[in-house]
Nanobody, 125 residues
Framework: QVQLVESGGGLVQAGGSLRLSCAAS????????MGWFRQAPGKEREFVAA????????AYADSVKGRFSISRDNAKNTVYLQMNSLKPEDTAVYFC??????????????????WGQGTQVTVSS
């Protein structure tokens, strides 16, 4: 089992940047595919980005491609989400998640096994 704690959210103006971090407990962090999701008020939780166990491959939602970057440091049991050129429509609670799925990258919410409590990101226009 793994516990996930996000940090780094906040209020930023449009065009600005934020870096989210997600610290994981336990010794087996490198065995999980990691992902970031977000949920805006009144909307379903949606996929943002995922990273392979080794960190060599990543996947992104079309809405954030070219602006967001996911990375991980297995030595520090931490996954990051660098968010640049933020837009008001990026406003949401951001969640990190860990998956035991066999595939290298996981984009389906249902295939993630563990979730953090979320961190609020608000982008003002």
């Amino acid at each position: 089992q793994v516990q996930l704690v996000e940090s780094g959210g906040g209020l930023v103006q449009a065009g600005g940047s934020l870096r989210l971090s997600c610290a994981a407990s336990g010794r087996t962090f490198s065995s999980y595919v990691m992902g970031w999701f977000r949920q805006a008020p009144g909307k379903e939780r949606e996929f943002v980005a995922a990273i392979r166990r080794s960190g060599r491959n990543t996947a992104y939602a079309d809405s954030v491609k070219g602006r967001f970057s996911i990375s991980r440091d297995n030595a520090k049991n931490t996954v990051y989400l660098q968010m640049n050129s933020l837009k008001p429509e990026d406003t949401a609670v951001y969640f990190c998640a860990a998956s035991n799925a066999r595939q290298a990258l996981v984009v389906m919410r249902s295939e993630y096994d563990y979730w953090g409590q979320g961190t609020q990101v608000t982008v003002s226009s």
